[in-house]
């Protein structure tokens, strides 16, 4: 995780009520089961528990220790990339289906157009939904970086 090519931390919350009321409906939604998303960034933490820590002091606080979390995601864009790239595969296709397009030509040119369109704010969107997700299992969260 390089420092310089984080965003600034402001844009990593959600920008107005409609994201965070969003992200909240996506939490309790059976059908998205984001709170599944759960024990995927408990495994990253685990897995990355020692460059996280690394970035804190000894004595931390929790806030620190959330934060430094939060960085590690940011840095990485993901926490499981085979697990998103086949998440946005299936929304790419979709567009396609949306768009009715047969052809190859017809396919490639939805595809080049939603990643040109969308994959940004979709993986922006994505990281997001880890943040909130690290926020609401806070307390596994710590417990893994403070080896309890």
Known sequence: MHPASLPPFSELHPQNDAERLALEQAWFDEKRAMWRDGETLLRFVRRHREEILRVTSLNASDEELVRAAKLAIV???????????????????????????TTAAERLRVKLEWTRVHAASWRRWRVLEYLYVIDRCRAQVLEILRGI
Request: charged share 30%; glycine share 8%; net charge negative.
């Open 75 to 101: 840095g990485a864009k993901s926490v499981n990339m085979p697990e998103e790239l086949r998440a946005q595969m299936k929304e790419i296709e979709n567009e396609i289906w949306y768009q009715g397009a």
